[in-house]
């Protein structure tokens, strides 16, 4: 077969793909441009910085952890379940992938702050409040990103055959032991995935985490949240933070590779 | 596959795209206004403004379109310093209007020689509350109250920078939780009970009607800034619109909003 020309019809495809391809990289270039290289060592220890990344680690890693101890169980229920009520969790459970962040920490104001529906009498019989605190950061991780954990584990789960179950069970393995015993291993690959994807997310988190948990460094203020303030006074710090985030985000895409790029 | 089983190697990358493109940080209006255009674009007025002038200049751009056909006075509120990082970086802009001058270090030296420059208000800073004053603050210095959680804007704002200066003169450090990206942000935490005291400027308490108690500060404690108006071109629609704000129609709607004349 004789090589093609660029047809017409090839080139009305490649200019609308070159042009997505351009607006994802030409941002990470310019954030590459614009960066002081000689001085990127002076920027990274900018007083900003290091209790952003700091705080940031801690408090994804503990997103991610309870996302396991808590999604892994609610993911395996959802992949056996039939009825209504999993198809009606399962979307309940999406909600937050689709709402904007913002809302989300409104939200979680409204659960968990001073006058919210859980926090009000908590507050009131223990003088414990949540919002202005590491916890609070770590909720509003939660929030958003155990549905991507929820999904992926449930979809990996599913492709378990029940069969595997039926196996077990007939075995005499309790509901329990086959959890642990059969489907956690199987879906191992895929609670991976998961745990990546819940933990991209919660490092990205800026909306709910300002709205919910406030800004202040050290306590609440995030990396994400530390680069949109440290733009106001110290652009380079903030570029410099940016540039260690876009690195870690790559470190996370290399990391999945063979799982979503495939 | 039943017909309502999802596809997880569909959806899953689809939704990550749609939450992760989510969680980018935008000031409080967004900057939806500055792409409509610049002067003589079809009678739009493009003006960036304080957070703390939300509510008069709403009025005031309002009543103004309303006696003039034709024109358009698109606002976009935020932090000064926010807003002027943007003029620098070349967002569209006709006039903006600052709270205190430290923003206008950030713009161009030559930004408004074409146009023009008015102080059109002055703006003192006050305590709020939440209304029934839970943490019973009577003045500054039960701010000291290590019990109280304070909020205040970030460093890098004018509010912000104010109430540093007011709280280090008094030699007060209160135990602050959370400092926010503007004084509308700071105003809510005490709107929503989430914070015992905020200091932002005494037009926010005013504009709070009876959201929030007002704590004044007295005179020789408190700090006083000055909002500088600054316009950038000739157009007559700008000029038009920056003499309305600078004249009496705008002077009336800045004192009921509670600032105080220039």
């Known amino acids: 077969m004789t090589p093609r020309r660029p047809g017409p019809t090839r080139l009305a495809l490649l200019a609308p793909a070159a042009l997505a391809v351009a607006l994802v990289v030409l941002p990470m270039l310019g954030l590459l441009a614009r960066t002081d290289w000689g001085a990127l060592g002076t920027h990274l220890r900018a007083p900003v910085v290091w209790p952003a990344i700091r705080l940031s680690v801690l408090t994804t890693l503990v997103t991610v952890a309870l996302c396991f101890v808590l999604g892994t169980p609610l993911a395996w229920l959802l992949s056996r379940a039939r009825g209504a009520v ?7 459970m999406t909600v937050p992938v689709v709402l904007p962040p913002v809302v989300g920490g409104v939200a979680l104001l409204m659960a968990f702050g001073r006058r919210g529906v859980v926090g009000r009498p908590v507050f009131e019989a223990f003088g414990v409040s949540l919002p202005f605190t590491p916890t609070a950061v770590v909720l509003a991780q939660l929030f958003v990103s155990m549905p991507f954990f929820v999904l992926a584990v449930e979809g990996a789960m599913r492709s378990v055959d029940e069969r595997y ?6 075995l005499g393995a309790s509901p329990l ?11 191992g690959p895929g609670i991976l995935s998961g745990a990546a994807l819940a933990w991209a997310r919660a490092l990205g988190e800026f909306g709910a985490t300002i709205t919910f948990a406030g800004n202040f460094a050290g306590t609440t203020q995030t990396a994400p949240l530390a680069v949109y ?4 006074n110290d652009p380079q710090a903030a570029i410099a933070l940016s540039l260690a985030m876009l690195l870690v985000s790559l470190l996370v895409l290399g990391l999945l590779r063979g799982r979503w790029l495939r | 596959m039943s017909p309502r089983r999802w596809s997880m190697r569909t959806l899953l990358p689809a939704l990550a795209v749609v939450a992760l493109a989510a969680c980018s940080p935008a000031t409080s209006e967004d900057t939806g206004a500055s792409g409509t255009g610049s002067a003589g674009s079809g009678g739009t007025v493009t003006v960036l403004a304080a957070a703390s002038l939300t509510e008069p200049l709403t009025a005031l751009a309002e009543a103004y379109e309303q006696d003039h056909d034709g024109v358009r006075v698109a606002l976009s509120f935020g932090s000064s310093t926010t807003l002027a990082q943007q ?22 030296a030559d930004a408004a020689q074409d146009g ?17 004053n839970p943490g019973g603050v009577a003045g500054l210095q039960d701010l000291a109250d290590r019990d109280l959680d304070v909020v205040l804007c970030a460093e890098t704002v004018p509010c912000g920078k104010a109430a540093d200066e007011v709280l280090e003169r008094a030699g007060i450090s209160p135990h602050v939780v959370s400092r926010e990206v503007d004084v509308k942000a700071t105003l809510t935490k005490v709107t929503l009970g ?15 009607g009876s959201d929030v108690t007002g704590v004044e500060i007295p005179d020789a404690d408190n700090v006083t800034l000055t909002y500088p108006l600054l316009w950038f071109s000739t ?14 129609a705008g002077r009336a709607a800045l004192e009921k909003a509670g600032f105080l004349a220039p």
């Not at chain 1, 179950?165 to 007939?170: N, P």
């Not at chain 2, 006709?94 to 001058?101: H, M, P, Q, W």
């Not at chain 2, 989430?194 to 709070?208: G, P, R, T």
């Open chain 1, 86 to 92: 999993a198809t009606w969790l399962r979307a309940l």
């Open chain 1, 165 to 170: 179950d039926a196996v077990a069970a007939t």
């Open chain 1, 177 to 187: 032991r086959i959890f642990t015993r059969v489907a956690l291993p199987l879906a």
């Open chain 1, 229 to 232: 303030v440290a733009l106001q």
């Open chain 2, 87 to 108: 003029i620098a970086e070349g967002a569209p802009v006709d006039v903006y209007a600052s709270a205190g001058e430290s923003a206008l270090d950030l713009l161009p």
């Open chain 2, 116 to 132: 023009g420059r008015a102080t059109i208000a002055r703006n003192t800073v006050e305590i709020a509350t939440p209304p029934d």
């Open chain 2, 194 to 208: 989430e914070a015992d005291a905020a200091m932002v400027y005494h037009s926010d308490v005013v504009s709070a």
């Open chain 2, 235 to 248: 157009d007559p629609d700008v000029v038009g619109f920056a003499q309305y704000v600078t004249g009496d």
